[in-house]
């Protein structure tokens, strides 16, 4: 299919017609991805810690269970203090005390707004229980929206400016490309920190923690971009857009927290290098003592990965392309006839020394 596509003769009103089916393509794609995705968020698995005897306050299980459909896998924990450090190292969402007198549900705003916003409700079915944020989000950035904007931006910014440069600036050798690529992702990094920092004063995290997040996510854009275009040419933009933008954002996590989102968008949200960013970023500006690893890591092995493939390609396609040359160039092209001459002459004279040679016959008596 694909060779039948390279061998067909396109005009130009084939080209604008292919082009624009493409685009309406991505573009239904991109609205159906987001809407399954984020059109309806529906609690699906929360975590969520358990201290106390459930029986001591049955209605204050019973409406945290209503407002998230039943969805709440409690874990059963010794105390208060022991639930509060689950959450602020995020392996839990919300913490639910269950006393006789006055239950308390613990939220984290800042691990996924969402998922707070679904748990506050419970005010309305047991207005009893108090609810006590542990990680707020900042008062410039209720929605807990600024990250996701940030990881938005800086994936444009990447891909966007490598697909010009190859379309403005064709030439460009490797060594310089790969210049190039770092310097983007450091000049990105460094003037979107400044943006979100001193600028906006953005909740983002420290500035250097910061930095290295964004400098590796843009990295990874980067090469992904580059690598597609060494493989499809002036197709990249197809594959970047669908994983970065169609695939990567709509499960990143940053404007639906993971346990709101439906499979397969909840698992890839951790696995995916955008979904790693936002939790790195979302880590080091509300939980800067409780930083995971596990974002930072998938954040470092995508964006050394896809830099380490797309030099690889290229330079196994330069070195293929320099052979070509070479064996075209002027300079052979006036030794290969002289080569073949000289073969072809030691064959005829092969041929001569056969054919004149005496035959042996066998004598008569």
């Known amino acids: ?144 929206l600024d990250i996701f904007y940030l990881m938005l931006v800086a994936t444009v910014a990447g891909m966007a400016t490598v697909l010009q440069v190859r379309s403005q600036a064709p030439g460009l050798e490797l060594r310089p490309h790969i210049l190039f690529v770092l310097g983007l992702a450091f000049l990105v990094s460094t003037v979107l920190t400044l943006v979100e920092g001193p600028l906006l004063h953005r909740p983002a995290g420290p500035y250097p923690e910061e930095w290295g997040i964004l ?13 597609m275009a060494v493989l499809l040419g002036r197709w990249a933009i197809v594959p970047s857009w669908s994983f970065f933008v169609i695939l990567g954002n709509a499960s990143s996590g940053g404007a639906v927290a993971p346990p709101l989102l439906p499979q397969p968008f909840a698992f890839l949200s951790q696995w995916l290098p955008s979904g790693a960013t936002v939790s790195a970023l979302r880590n080091a500006a509300y939980f800067q003592n409780y930083q995971l690893a596990r974002p930072l890591v998938v954040l470092g092995v995508w964006g050394a990965g896809l830099f380490l493939a797309w030099v690889l390609l290229a330079h196994r396609r330069q070195a293929a392309t320099e052979r070509s040359t070479a064996d075209t160039s002027p300079a052979n092209a006036g030794t290969q006839p002289e080569i073949s001459r000289a073969r072809n002459a030691v064959v005829r004279h092969r041929a001569l020394v056969e054919t004149s040679a005496p035959s042996e016959q066998p004598e008569r008596t």
């Open 1 to 144: 299919m694909l060779a039948m596509l390279r061998r067909h003769p396109w005009t130009a009103p084939h080209r604008a017609i292919l082009i624009t089916l493409i685009a309406v393509t991505m573009a239904s794609l991109f609205l159906i991805t987001y809407s399954l995705a984020l059109g309806d968020p529906v609690p699906h698995d929360i975590r969520a810690a358990l201290v106390g005897t459930p029986g001591a306050d049955p209605r204050a299980l019973a409406a945290a269970e209503k407002v998230t459909g039943g969805k709440l896998d409690f874990q059963r924990f010794g105390s208060v203090a022991v639930a509060r450090s689950a959450i602020d190292n995020q392996n839990v969402y919300a913490a639910l005390h269950v006393t006789s007198s006055s239950s308390t549900l613990y939220v984290a705003s800042a691990a996924g707004a969402s998922v707070a916003r679904v748990l506050q409700k419970i005010d309305a079915i047991d207005p009893a229980v108090r609810v006590l944020d542990t990680h707020p989000l900042d008062s410039d950035d209720p929605n807990g």
């Open 215 to 227: 400098a590796v996510h843009v990295l990874a854009v980067a090469s992904f971009t580059s690598l």
